[in-house]
């Protein structure tokens, strides 16, 4: 079973910037995308980011586009995201999962727990 670990996150000043790692062990499914999303408290699970497991293409919430880059190392199992110029607003717990649908709140492998990002002066 694939198993998302997530890493990266921390206290970041407005304007700031962080790079979120998300290592998957276990099997991987091609026909999916590994996608990264977010859920600040009070909020349900939204989509940020989406990169298929074959091929190089990368899908973008319109919230994140433009700030935010998601990319991956297939040897290192390993897909980040970039993410630049920072709003309180990005404040969420940050969760990667391997069996994403590029723009829809829904992942259907198994979440890992999670990185806390805080924009905050």
């Known amino acids: 079973q694939v198993q998302p670990v997530e890493s990266g996150g921390g206290l970041v000043q407005p304007g700031g910037s962080l790079t979120l790692s998300c290592v998957i062990s276990?099997?991987?499914?091609?026909?999916?995308?590994m996608g990264w999303f977010r859920q600040a408290p009070g909020n349900e699970r939204e989509f940020l980011a989406a990169?298929?497991?074959?091929?190089?293409?990368?899908y973008y919430a319109d919230s994140v586009k433009g700030r935010f880059t998601i990319s991956k190392d297939n040897s290192k199992n390993t897909v980040y995201l970039q993410m630049n110029s920072l709003k309180p607003e990005d404040t969420a717990v940050y969760y990667c999962?391997?069996?994403?649908?590029?723009?829809?709140?829904?992942?259907?492998?198994?979440w890992g727990q999670g990185t806390q990002v805080t924009v905050s002066s």
């Open positions: 276990g099997r991987t499914f091609s026909s999916y995308a």
């Open positions: 990169i298929q497991w074959t091929g190089d293409a990368t």
């Open positions: 999962n391997a069996e994403a649908i590029p723009y829809q709140n829904v992942g259907f492998g198994v």
